[in-house]
């Protein structure tokens, strides 16, 4: 039991943890981007950091400032995310992915300050690689007996929420999916609560009640923690 509940169950674990939105450049001045805070990533690191992991936070753009005792490397768009988690993969032994990756992105960024004009403007987007999904595909396609990285994805939904976070669990080879109604009273973007619901392969694991950002980050690293014992599952 003291192996189980200690206080430090994560000690010689490596953690990568995304956090906050992707930022995609229109010109030098513009951008798109969306609502995430960078909150829930945050504390995700901070929980996972308590539990005695060594921590590195892949950050975009947030509304606030890191956790201390973390490594944090900064990136703004989807594709500098990808890179930046892509060649830490073979190191890490959990990877959370809480960013709000932007699922488009300009098809051309204007190097210059575009200019206006009385026409009306279409701006092309084309899709951004779905990094969860590539870090699901290249653990499947490690070899036997590599390091094998435990995988937690989010889901953020406004219907459906438990189809819509199997079929991601699925599509995206996660061991664990945390689920996010954003329209629950409590949960969402910006602020401090939130309402989720945890996936695994088998269906659901746990469905929390309304929790700070903070508890809920405890509660997943401590299903981690769990999950991820030598001989544990
Ligand atoms: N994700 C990612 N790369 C993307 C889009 C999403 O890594 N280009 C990750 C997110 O970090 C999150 C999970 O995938 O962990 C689910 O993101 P979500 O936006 O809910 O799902 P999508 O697959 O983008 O589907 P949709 O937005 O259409 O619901
Ligand atoms: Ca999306």
């Known amino acids: 039991v003291a192996m189980l509940t200690g206080p430090k169950p994560l000690a010689g674990k490596r953690v990568l943890v995304t956090a906050g939105g992707t930022v995609e450049r229109i010109d030098p001045v513009r951008y798109i981007t969306n609502d995430s805070s960078g909150k829930m990533g945050f504390a995700i690191a901070e929980a996972a950091r308590d539990r005695g992991a060594q921590v590195t936070l892949v950050v975009g753009k947030a509304d606030v400032e890191p956790p201390n005792g973390v490594d944090v490397v900064a990136v703004r768009s989807a594709l500098e995310m990808r890179e930046a988690v892509m060649e830490r993969l073979p190191d890490v032994d959990v990877v959370v992915k809480a960013a709000a990756v932007a699922d488009y992105r300009p098809a051309r960024q204007a190097t210059e300050k ?11 987007l ?3 690689p779905d990094i969860l999904q590539e870090i699901g595909e290249w653990k499947a396609a490690r070899e036997v007996g590599a390091r094998q990285p435990f995988i937690i994805g989010f889901a953020a939904e406004t219907t459906d929420v438990e189809k819509h976070a ?3 669990l699925k599509r995206k080879k996660c061991d664990l999916i945390v689920a996010n109604d954003v329209t629950a009273e409590g949960a969402g973007f910006g602020i401090d609560t939130n309402v989720v619901s945890v996936y695994g392969p088998a269906g659901l694991v746990e469905k929390l ?3 700070s950002k903070k508890d809920v980050a405890g509660r997943i690293l401590d299903l981690i923690a769990v999950s991820t014992r030598p001989t544990g599952g």
Do not use: I, Q, R, Y
């Open 209 to 211: 009640p309304l929790l």
């Open 126 to 128: 084309v899709p951004n």
């Open 114 to 124: 575009m200019k206006k004009s009385a026409e009306a403007l279409t701006l092309e």
């Open 166 to 168: 199997l079929d991601k």
